[in-house]
């Protein structure tokens, strides 16, 4: 447990020193507590694929507050999905998780279409990444290699796609039709025109 404050008391430093706002809690609930106060009644919020926001059932949280939400997890096609991503880059406010985080503040993530990475550099004002404890990692390298085995894998069999890393949880950089790690961001510092908060939750959350 000690080594977890350790890691978790880094990490907040290094995130300040690249001028993003960063916070821990304890729990679920006090997470969800630090979203809602960070969220304003009637706002417009979009919402990255994301099994850590599902868990905290923030949709729910948003819809109280009388927000807007654009979630493409509720779209019946790709064609509808698409519309809804593209409403999601424009929100108020955007929410998602990090696929990983380094000690020193990197925040670490691969998606297969690439809106979630788009959103969280530019379009919204505000962005919120939610990530849990299981999701920091020691440097760059380890945060790959934590995508990669510990995040796709499990995400390609959520999603039911037929990837070689959904049967074997192991990357083998394949060039399937269904591939889920085709763009890669690594964001060193607070983009300009973002307001953007890290929650830290000490917590196991998502993939």
């Not at 850590?52 to 949280?61: H, I, W």
């Not at 519309?83 to 929410?95: G, H, P, Q």
């Not at 993530?109 to 530019?122: E, H, L």
Request: hydrophobic share 35%.
């Amino acid at each position: 447990m000690a080594n977890k404050t350790t890691d978790v008391d880094k990490t907040l430093k290094a995130l300040k020193k690249r001028h993003i706002n960063a916070q821990h809690v304890e729990n679920t609930e006090q997470a969800r507590g630090k979203i809602s106060a960070m969220v304003s009644n009637n706002s417009t919020v979009g919402i990255g694929g994301s099994v850590t926001v599902q868990e905290l059932d923030l949709e729910n949280l948003l819809l109280n507050k009388d927000c807007i939400v654009f979630w493409h997890w509720h779209g019946t096609n790709q064609e509808e999905q698409d519309a809804i991503r593209r409403k999601a880059m424009n929100a108020d406010v955007y929410i998602c998780s990090s696929n990983a985080l380094t000690h020193d503040g990197k925040l670490v993530n691969i998606d297969g279409t690439g809106n979630r990475v788009g959103a969280m550099v530019f379009g919204p004002r505000r962005v919120i990444i939610i990530v849990g404890v299981n999701k920091l990692t020691k440097n760059l390298d380890t945060a790959i290699e934590r995508i990669k085995t510990k995040a796709c894998p499990p995400n390609a069999r959520r999603l039911k796609k037929k990837t070689p890393c959904a049967e074997t949880d192991q990357c083998h950089d394949c060039s399937s039709p269904q591939r889920m790690c085709n763009v890669t961001s690594i964001i060193e510092g607070k983009p300009g025109s973002i307001d953007m908060n890290v929650l830290i939750v000490g917590e196991e959350l998502g993939y």
